[in-house]
């Protein structure tokens, strides 16, 4: 168990709808990462978070969107679904904003139809 | 662009033998990461490797990095069934924002 949790664990909508998963950091972690993990696409950065700024961009679709709040916790928004985003969506957090270990949440598997 | 390879990208293997997993970057690196991955589960970090002629062991896993040759490896010694797993190979670099790059993965099955 990395500390990292995210909810839910699974959840399956249809296209064209609104989900926004969530995710805790371990305790003391400043940085939210939230990465993608599809069989076509493998493993991919979407946006970190840092202390509630955001700090780097991968190749988020501008359908998705995320923040993180104060308490640290972080929420990554996916609108307009469509059967493309079909994925495992991972959270990861570290202690600091530059490079460090990060420790991977268990994923929301989302499955659209 | 920061590109990261594996290979091989499936590995089958019987237990009590030796094999080595590549993964070669495109560029500098600040970290070099190797997380395993079981089916449908989470990554877990098995080791992180700072520097040149890193060396780090954890039972039958021992992983190297060489900077100049942009290269690290994964030696599994003495393989076991439990060892089966994906095992992903991640750099991250500042110059590219502060992001892992994963490698496609190895999927390795070790038959008993």
């Known amino acids: 168990d990395s500390g990292v949790t995210q909810t839910p664990k699974h959840l399956i909508t249809a296209t064209g709808q609104r989900v926004t998963l969530r995710c805790s950091p371990r305790?003391?972690?400043?940085?939210v990462y939230w990465y993608q993990q599809s069989l076509d696409q493998g493993l991919q950065f979407l946006i970190q978070?840092?202390?509630?700024?955001?700090?780097a961009k991968g190749n988020i679709l501008e359908r998705f969107s995320a923040q993180q709040f104060p308490d640290l916790h972080s929420e990554l928004n996916l609108s307009s679904l469509e059967l493309g985003d079909s994925a495992l969506y991972f959270c990861?957090?570290?202690?600091?904003?530059?490079?460090?270990?990060?420790?991977f949440g268990p994923g929301t598997r989302l499955t659209v139809l | 662009e920061l590109k990261v390879e594996q290979n091989p990208l499936f590995l089958s293997m019987q237990e009590g033998k030796n094999y080595t997993i590549y993964c070669n970057y495109s560029?500098?690196?600040?970290?070099l990461y190797w997380y395993r991955q079981d089916p449908g589960k989470s990554l877990e970090s098995l080791f992180v490797?700072?520097?040149?002629?890193a060396v780090k062991q954890e039972g039958r896993l021992m992983a190297s990095l060489d900077t100049k040759a942009r290269l690290s490896t994964l030696h599994i010694t003495a393989a076991v069934h439990d060892l089966s797993a994906t095992y992903f190979c991640?750099?991250?670099?500042?110059?590219?924002?502060?992001?892992?790059?994963f490698g496609a993965g190895t999927i390795l099955r070790v038959k008993s």
């Open positions: 305790s003391g972690d400043l940085s």
């Open positions: 990861a957090s570290s202690a600091r904003g530059g490079p460090d270990t990060q420790y």
């Open positions: 991640a750099v991250d670099n500042m110059e590219y924002g502060n992001k892992l790059v």
């Open positions: 560029t500098t690196s600040d970290r």
């Open positions: 490797l700072l520097s040149n002629g």
């Open positions: 978070y840092y202390n509630g700024e955001e700090r």
